[in-house]
């Protein structure tokens, strides 16, 4: 049994931290209930690619035929990354622009990988979902957007925790989910509210967690190439990034990083000088056959020139986590009945988040009934609710 002073503290602490990150929850809960749906309504929006049908076992194209028909939309640009969706591997997603380094100048062009005819010339940064994505990821404000979203993520973490606390003694004068409809809107919403919060709890918490770590997710890639990467990329230090002319086939460099890694499949490949990649490699990203290991990626260094693997490090734990925390944030492990489900529990948080707000703008009401009826029924003070939701982001 909590103290007087242990619930002042405990309800000061889970008030404060809800209504800090009340707003960028609602904003996000708001933003992440289309991107749950972000396939389905890309291919309503015309903005989703779909290969044409064609006989099973249809020889694919080489990947260097691949790369000459986008580049013949864009021939001004460079290639920086070949990827391919994990559920569709009949369509090549190449990313141009002007520069190796990272740029929001990009251009992406959907290339059939059995024909290597172009299929769209995808649209980027515009569009519904692209709004959604940035409100949601970063808020158009790129690595701070997303270390304060992470910060409002954790805020909401300690509200969860904060509010399970408090609401274990208000458990015990009420039967579980009992909504006292006959007290005033005020007791009613409160009762809804801690319901709904405590239904969601678990969802909450994961969803809370991994989108907090997806913010991470530019740190850590950073700290991976800082920390590894460099030891064994040690040798090409300082050397320029290696001149097109002097490359060797793509197609050659994927079938390399295959053989080295038998059992896995192609997810993208970063060119020399990218991001993802250092001045002298083709790295090659796979992906593993098997459900749960189909989200995890195994980097295979191949020298752009020569076609010969060099390194293939595993990855580390922190960007294993955050390889598992990005699909289940969106709820893609399981098809759409997962997907729905995630949408459910999505809107009971909005509705969690709202009454939580309302609770806290009705805390000064006229107290005939409903304030002292609060203080009564919870033994909390008026105002400390159990506010839960869901931050996202990657990826």
């Known amino acids: 049994m909590l103290s007087p002073t242990a619930i002042r503290r405990w309800s000061w602490t ?5 209504l800090v990150c009340t707003i960028f929850m609602l904003l996000l809960c708001l933003t992440g209930l289309p991107l749950i749906f972000h396939h389905e309504i890309g ?8 290969a044409p049908a064609m006989p099973e076992g249809t020889p694919r194209a080489s ?11 864009h021939p001004g640009r460079m290639v920086q990354f070949v990827s391919q969706a ?9 990313t141009l622009t002007h520069t190796p380094e990272p740029t929001e100048d990009f251009k992406s062009v959907a290339v059939d990988a059995r024909t290597a005819k172009v299929l769209s010339d995808v649209p980027t940064n515009q569009g519904f979902m692209n709004l959604m994505f940035r ?3 970063d ?5 701070p957007g997303k270390l304060f979203l992470g910060f409002m993520g954790l805020l909401l973490l300690v509200a969860i925790v904060t509010g399970v606390v408090l609401y274990a003694p208000f458990m015990r004068k009420l039967q579980f989910g009992d909504v006292r409809r006959e007290r005033s809107t005020r007791v009613k919403w409160l009762d809804l509210h801690n319901l709904l919060g405590v239904v969601t709890l678990v969802w909450a918490l994961v969803v809370g967690a991994t989108g907090m770590i997806n913010t991470w997710a530019d740190l850590m890639i950073k700290y991976w190439q800082y920390d590894q990467l460099s030891t ?3 040798p090409y230090k300082g050397k320029p990034v290696i001149a097109m002319d002097q490359r060797g086939p793509l197609q050659q460099a994927a079938d390399a990083a295959r ?3 038998p059992g896995n499949k192609l997810s993208f490949i970063a060119f020399p000088g990218t991001s993802f990649s250092s001045p002298h490699h083709n790295t090659v990203f796979l992906r593993g056959a098997e459900p749960l290991t189909s989200r995890l990626l195994q980097p295979v260094l191949v020298d752009a020139h020569s076609g010969q693997v060099t390194a293939a490090p595993q990855l580390p734990w922190y960007l294993t986590a955050l390889l598992v925390s990005q699909p289940l944030h969106f709820g893609d492990y399981g098809g759409m009945p997962m997907k729905i489900l995630w949408a459910l529990l999505d809107i009971a948080t909005i509705v969690v988040l709202g009454s939580g707000l309302y609770l806290w703008l009705r805390r000064r009401a006229p107290a005939s009934a409903a304030a002292p009826a609060t203080a009564t029924a919870t033994g909390l003070p008026a105002g400390a609710t159990a506010t839960m939701a869901r931050p996202e982001q990657s990826a």
């Open 139 to 143: 808020l158009f404000a790129g690595l």
């Open 86 to 94: 994990e559920d569709d591997d009949k369509v090549w997603f190449v």
């Open 43 to 50: 291919y309503l929006l015309g903005t989703e690619v779909e």
């Open 259 to 261: 053989t080295h890694a």
């Open 63 to 73: 990947l260097d035929t691949v790369i000459t028909a986008a580049k013949a939309v």
């Open 232 to 234: 064994l990329l040690a």
């Open 135 to 137: 409100l949601h990821v």
């Open 14 to 18: 889970h008030k404060w931290s809800s």
